[in-house]
C-alpha cells in the first residue's frame, strides 16, 4: 500500500468516526477501489454480499392477455444470507435487495441490453465508482463491479439506470429494484416486518392496443414529462392487497418518471409517516395526505385492526394543482394549473396526447388494501423512531453565502443555474471542499419565463440530506395550499419537491468520498434532457 493511500485512509477513517482499531473491519474494503481503479478486480478483500445483476429484455404479464416486453434487472445471490435477493413474483421490477448498515457489497453487473446502461444506487452514500455516473456506463454484453460498503441508516433506497440521455426510457421499460437496509436501531424497535412489511413501487404507464408499452415521442411530452394513463403498483394495474386486522409497515417509493401523488385514504383515515428517503424518522408524524414526487420514498405505519373482514380502504391520489407549466396559457394566474388547467384549453394541446385519461392533479386511485383475515396483534407504534443529529446553519462551511441553484425551463430547455449536463465538467461554484456541510437552495422562481415553471423533484447523490425551510414567493398560494401539508421534511431525504415560486433552503455534507457526485431533477424526462450538474468533491 503506498503512502499517499495510507493517509488518505486514515483521513477515511476520522469521517467515518472509527479507530485504528476498526481497521481491519472496514478500509481495506473501501480502498480497494481506489487502488486498482479497475472495474474487474479479484478478492484483495473479501465481500460479505455478492450479488449478480443482469439486465436484459424479458416478457411480463401486466395486462390481461398478451404479455408486455419490458427490460428486466434480474438477481442472483452469489454469497451472503438467504433472502438477501428476492424476486417480486409476476413483476418487471428487479429483485429486493435486503441489505445491513456495514456489510461490505459487491455487485456484479451485466448488461445484456441492446445498450449502454449502468446502475446507480439511489439514496446510497458509496464511491464515487459505484454511484452509476454516466460516464461508467458499459456497453452492451459488458459487465461492470460495483464495490460499497453500506454506510446508510436503514431505510428504502432503489436502484435505477443513469445511462447518458437513456435515464427515463430505461426505467420507464422497467429497469428498477428496491434496496431495503436495515440497521440496529431499527432491529431494536418492533415495528411490522417479514411478510408485514410490504415495499409498494407506484409507476405510471401507457399501453397500446397490443398490451405494449409506450413511452413518448413529442418533445413537449418530454419537456414537461411522461405522464401515463395507468396506475401500476409493483407492476400490476388495479393493485389489491389483502391485509389481515393488524399492523403493517408500508414502505412507498414513486418510482414514476414525472408523476407527483398526493397519497391519502379513501375514508379520510389519516396517514402514520415513520420514514422518509433515508430512513426512520425521530417520531411518526400524523398528515391527511402525503405529497410523493418521482424518486421520494414514504414509510408509513398502517393500522388495520378495527376494521372488519371484506372491508376495503382504498389509496388514492387526491387532487392538487400547480405543478404543472401554463404554457399557451396566457399569463395572469401563476404558477401554473393540474386538474384545474384541463378545462382551459389544453384539452387538444399537451395534455391531450398522453395521461388525458389521468391528468397530472386529478383524483384517481392507486390500490385497494381488503381486509381478508382476522389476527390479532400487540403492536404500539413507537413514540420515538430513532436519533438525527440536526444541522445548524452555522455549521455550513458557506453559512454566509448559500450556494443557490436556480432552476428554469426556457427555451425547451430545462437547466440548473442557467446550464446544461456536462459529462464531466464543473463550475466553479460546483466544487465543494471534501469533508464540508453546505448550505443550498434550490430556487423555482424563474420569473421572466413564469408560465414555463413548473414543480422539479430535486435530487443529490452522495450523502442524505436535511431540509432547513421552504419559503413561497407571494402570489402562488393558491395552488400551493393543494399540497403545502404533504411534505414530510424533519428527516433525511435525498429528493426534495420544489414546487413553483418555491426556495427550498437544505443542509447537507460531503463526507468520505472524493469525486464526480451529480445533481438533479428527478423527472427523469428533465434528467435526459440534461437538467442535471456535477458537484465536484475535492480533497
Ligand atoms: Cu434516482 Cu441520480 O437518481
Ligand atoms: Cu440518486
Ligand atoms: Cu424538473
Not at 411522461?226 to 389489491?240: A, H, Y
Not at 398526493?262 to 398528515?287: M, N, Y
Request: net charge neutral; aromatic share 8%; glycine share 10%.
Amino acid at each position: 500500500m503506498s503512502e499517499a493511500t495510507d493517509l488518505s485512509r486514515r483521513r477515511l477513517l476520522q469521517y467515518l468516526g472509527l479507530t485504528a482499531v476498526a481497521t481491519a473491519v472496514v478500509p481495506e474494503w473501501l480502498f480497494a477501489a481506489d487502488e486498482q481503479g479497475s472495474q474487474e478486480r479479484s478478492g484483495q478483500s473479501e465481500p460479505d454480499i455478492e450479488v449478480g445483476i443482469t439486465a436484459q429484455p424479458a416478457e411480463s404479464p401486466i395486462l390481461p392477455g398478451r404479455p408486455t416486453k419490458v427490460w428486466k434487472f434480474s438477481g442472483e445471490l452469489v454469497k451472503g444470507p438467504p433472502g438477501t435477493v428476492k424476486d417480486i413474483p409476476d413483476s418487471y421490477l428487479g429483485p429486493i435487495l435486503r441489505l445491513r448498515q456495514g456489510q461490505k457489497v459487491r455487485i456484479r453487473f451485466r448488461n445484456k441490453l441492446p445498450e449502454p446502461c449502468v446502475i446507480h444506487q439511489h439514496g446510497l452514500h458509496v464511491p464515487e465508482e459505484a454511484d452509476g455516473h454516466p460516464r461508467h456506463q458499459i456497453g452492451s454484453g459488458q459487465t461492470a463491479v460495483y464495490e460499497f460498503t453500506v454506510l446508510d441508516r436503514a431505510g428504502t433506497y432503489w436502484f435505477h439506470p443513469h445511462t447518458h440521455h437513456r435515464t427515463a426510457e430505461q426505467a420507464y421499460y422497467g429497469l428498477a429494484g428496491l434496496i431495503l437496509v436495515t440497521d440496529t436501531e431499527e432491529q431494536s424497535l418492533d415495528l411490522p416486518h417479514d411478510e408485514h412489511d410490504i415495499p409498494l413501487v407506484i409507476q405510471d404507464r401507457s399501453f397500446d392496443d397490443h398490451n405494449q408499452l409506450r413511452y413518448i415521442g413529442h418533445m413537449h411530452d418530454r419537456f414537461r414529462g411522461f405522464l401515463g394513463d395507468r396506475v401500476l403498483v409493483n407492476g400490476k394495474p388495479d393493485f389489491v392487497l389483502p391485509v389481515a386486522t393488524r399492523v403493517y409497515r408500508l414502505r412507498i417509493l414513486n418510482g414514476s418518471n414525472s408523476r407527483i401523488y398526493k397519497l391519502a385514504w379513501s375514508d379520510g383515515s389519516p396517514l402514520t409517516v415513520i420514514g422518509t428517503d433515508g430512513g426512520l424518522l425521530e417520531s411518526p408524524e400524523v398528515r391527511n395526505y402525503l405529497m410523493l414526487a418521482p424518486g421520494e420514498r414514504v414509510d408509513l405505519w398502517v393500522d388495520f385492526r378495527g376494521r372488519k373482514l371484506g372491508d376495503e380502504i382504498t389509496l388514492r391520489s387526491a387532487a392538487f394543482s400547480g405543478v404543472m407549466p401554463m404554457m399557451g396559457m396566457g399569463g395572469g394566474m401563476m404558477g401554473g394549473g393540474g386538474a384545474g388547467m384541463m378545462g382551459r384549453g389544453m384539452r387538444g394541446g399537451m395534455m391531450g396526447r398522453m395521461g388525458a385519461a389521468l391528468p397530472h392533479g386529478a383524483e384517481y386511485p392507486i390500490l385497494t388494501a381488503r381486509i381478508v383475515r382476522e389476527e390479532r396483534d400487540q403492536l404500539v407504534l413507537p413514540r420515538r423512531l430513532s436519533q438525527i443529529q440536526r444541522y445548524r446553519p452555522q455549521d455550513a462551511a458557506n453559512a454566509q453565502k448559500p450556494k443557490s441553484i436556480h432552476l428554469s425551463m426556457r427555451a425547451m430547455s430545462p437547466r440548473l443555474n442557467g446550464r446544461s449536463f456536462e459529462l464531466t465538467r464543473v463550475a466553479e461554484e460546483e466544487i465543494i471542499p471534501l469533508n464540508t456541510m453546505q448550505l443550498l437552495e434550490f430556487v423555482n422562481r424563474d420569473h421572466r419565463a413564469h408560465e414555463m415553471m413548473m414543480a422539479h423533484p430535486m435530487h443529490i447523490h452522495g450523502q442524505q440530506f436535511q431540509v432547513l425551510k421552504r419559503e413561497m414567493a407571494p402570489g402562488f398560494e393558491r395552488h400551493y395550499s393543494s399540497v403545502s401539508q404533504g411534505f414530510v421534511d424533519n428527516g433525511w431525504k435525498d429528493t426534495v419537491l420544489v414546487m413553483p415560486g418555491e426556495k427550498v433552503t437544505i443542509l447537507k455534507r460531503f463526507d468520505h468520498y472524493t469525486g464526480l457526485y451529480l445533481y438533479h431533477c428527478h423527472n427523469l424526462e428533465h434528467e435526459d434532457l440534461d437538467m442535471m450538474r456535477n458537484f465536484l468533491v475535492q480533497a
